[in-house]
């Protein structure tokens, strides 16, 4: 166990909707990190964010969006849907945010019909 | 979106056997991570390298940056079945524009 936790496990929507994952960092850390992991394009980075600040931007579309609450948990709300954004979303952790050792969560699996 | 290039893809191993996987870029990295998958989790972190030319160990894992700075690998020894999984490396820099790049994985079986 990390530490790392996230919400929903599972999620099944439509094309068009809109969806929000949760993420809790472990105790302590202050950067929290969005991956998405797809068959075809393995793991790519998203976003980061550290003490409630953007920190640093990956491969993020712009339908989707990211902000860290002043407790330090995460929430990414991807929307409209498509089908292509079918993946496992994981969030991960570090201590600050020149910490290269993250902590991954379990991950949501996002299945748009 | 930019990936590390992993190789071997996947490996059948006996257990008890030695296992090398590497990875390498176009590009310099300021520090190499390897991390391993288990089916339906996250990644978890095994072995962080922060300088050219680092060879770390972590148990029956040892790893190294390489000394261009555009390569790294992670030698298994006497592999046992719970080291199935997938392995993936990750480079880091932030010369500029951010990096946290992953490997494309190698997928490891291990043959009892």
């Known amino acids: 166990d990390s530490g790392v936790t996230q919400t929903p496990k599972h999620l099944i929507t439509a094309t068009g909707q809109r969806v929000t994952l949760r993420c809790s960092p472990r105790?302590?850390?202050?950067?929290v990190y969005w991956y998405q992991q797809s068959l075809d394009q393995g793991l790519q980075f998203l976003i980061q964010?550290?003490?409630?600040?953007?920190?640093a931007k990956g491969n993020i579309l712009e339908r989707f969006s990211a902000q860290q609450f002043p407790d330090l948990h995460s929430e990414l709300n991807l929307s409209p849907l498509e089908l292509g954004d079918s993946a496992l979303y994981f969030c991960a952790s570090s201590r600050g945010t020149g910490d290269y050792e993250q902590y991954f969560g379990p991950g949501t699996r996002l299945t748009v019909t | 979106g930019q990936q590390l290039n992993q190789s071997p893809q996947s490996m059948f191993i006996q257990e008890g056997e030695d296992v090398s996987m590497n990875c390498t870029s176009s590009s310099i990295f300021n520090t190499w991570l390897w991390y391993k998958q288990d089916p339906g989790e996250g990644p978890v972190l095994l072995i962080a390298l922060y300088k050219a030319g680092e060879l770390t160990s972590n148990g029956r894992l040892t790893a190294q940056f390489g000394i261009t700075r555009k390569d790294s690998f992670l030698n298994i020894s006497a592999s046992i079945p719970s080291d199935v999984g997938i392995y993936f490396c990750?480079?880091?820099?932030?010369?500029?524009?951010?990096?946290?790049?992953f490997g494309t994985g190698t997928r490891l079986k291990v043959l009892a």
């Open positions: 964010y550290y003490n409630g600040e953007e920190r």
């Open positions: 105790s302590g850390d202050l950067s």
């Open positions: 990750a480079g880091h820099y932030t010369s500029g524009t951010y990096k946290y790049i």
